[in-house]
């Protein structure tokens, strides 16, 4: 039997890029150390910070969760979870059941937003168009849930949000820019800029950490994480671009890691062009906003005029 490269015991894991050998225990405590190291590279988080985590309810943000919480064991920041409900029948009430359980069994503070409270409308009924829609599913709702975690931080007081973005979504993203040509959003990736129009900063402490070793984690910690898809996922370039990557891994072990270190690069190189400098107030919400009208009230009015939802 294959020993763990640590302590010996059984090994269950090899981790192909490093061909380090796991067992359960150790690769579970990998996870935190790692989670633990990326933070501290990049000084995500302050002594006494009342710190947001967006906790969707699926395996990333749960074990977010779950990991800052044994991380946290002396109490150095205030833990907040943050949960938007976007309103989808049949789909969300489960996930942010999961949610709202373990925020409760670990002691965590949880503030709920919900895109009905927020805009009026479900995002069942935002996607509710009578004529041919012109933005995908995922596209209309991102602008909302982004919007719907700022509130909820806001309501939370936090300085600072957590997401569980992992390696995997950093590189998709980065090269899913690449291909949409949004040269400017390549600054955005860089983890120690701090956009001064924001009253909090956004880390990724998974940023480090490959999607299977998180799926594997939540795995191994017996997070009751919701295993259906959004039915509104859009099947678009991203899953595309998540199979090629996935598959370019198993003949280059290792390749992601290179990429992300390639992209933080890039970011780093243009991060002075990246922050939001020449932002104006938005003149109907007052947010942030490149354009006169900020991405979300744009939106909204183009779901008022398609849908039956208006105010
Ligand atoms: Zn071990
Ligand atoms: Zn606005």
Redesign the pocket.
């Known amino acids: 039997m294959t020993q763990?490269g640590?302590?010996g015991?059984g090994a269950f894991y090899t981790r192909r890029y490093s061909g380090e050998t796991?067992?359960t225990?150790?690769f579970k405590a990998s996870i935190v150390e790692k989670t633990r190291r990326t933070i501290s590279k990049y000084d995500m988080l302050g002594h006494g910070q009342r710190v947001g985590i967006a906790l969707s309810g699926g395996k990333d943000s749960l074990s977010l969760l779950q990991v800052l919480h044994e991380l946290n064991e002396n109490k150095r920041c205030e833990l907040v979870a943050l949960t938007v409900d976007e309103g989808v029948e049949g789909y969300r009430d489960e996930a942010i059941e999961h949610a709202s359980a373990l925020a409760r069994k670990l002691g965590v503070e949880h503030v709920l937003v919900s895109y009905k409270e927020l805009y009026g409308f479900t995002l069942d009924q935002a996607l509710d168009w009578k004529d041919q829609r012109t933005h995908s599913s995922c596209s209309i709702c991102g602008v909302f849930r982004r919007r719907g975690i700022d509130e909820a931080a806001t309501r939370a007081r936090v300085s600072v949000v957590a997401t569980a973005h992992n390696l995997d979504d950093y590189v998709q993203t980065f090269l899913m820019n690449l291909m949409h040509g949004d040269v400017d959003r390549l600054g955005w990736f860089d983890p120690s800029v701090v956009d001064a129009d924001f009253p909090f900063r956004r880390v990724k402490p998974f940023m480090e950490i490959y999607e299977e070793e998180i799926a594997l984690y939540a795995h191994l910690e017996g997070l009751p994480f919701q295993s259906a898809s959004c039915p509104y996922m859009h099947e678009g370039l991203r899953s595309e671009v998540r199979d090629y990557l996935n598959e370019l891994e198993t003949k280059h072990a290792g390749i992601k890691n290179v990429l992300l270190n390639s992209a933080l690069q890039v970011s780093t190189k243009l991060a002075i062009v990246g922050t939001h400098a020449n932002s104006v107030p938005c003149s109907i919400c007052g947010k942030p906003s490149s354009q006169g009208v900020c991405g979300v009230c744009r939106m909204k009015d183009l779901v008022q005029q398609h849908t039956k939802y208006s105010p």
């Open positions: 763990c640590r302590c015991g796991l067992c225990s150790c």
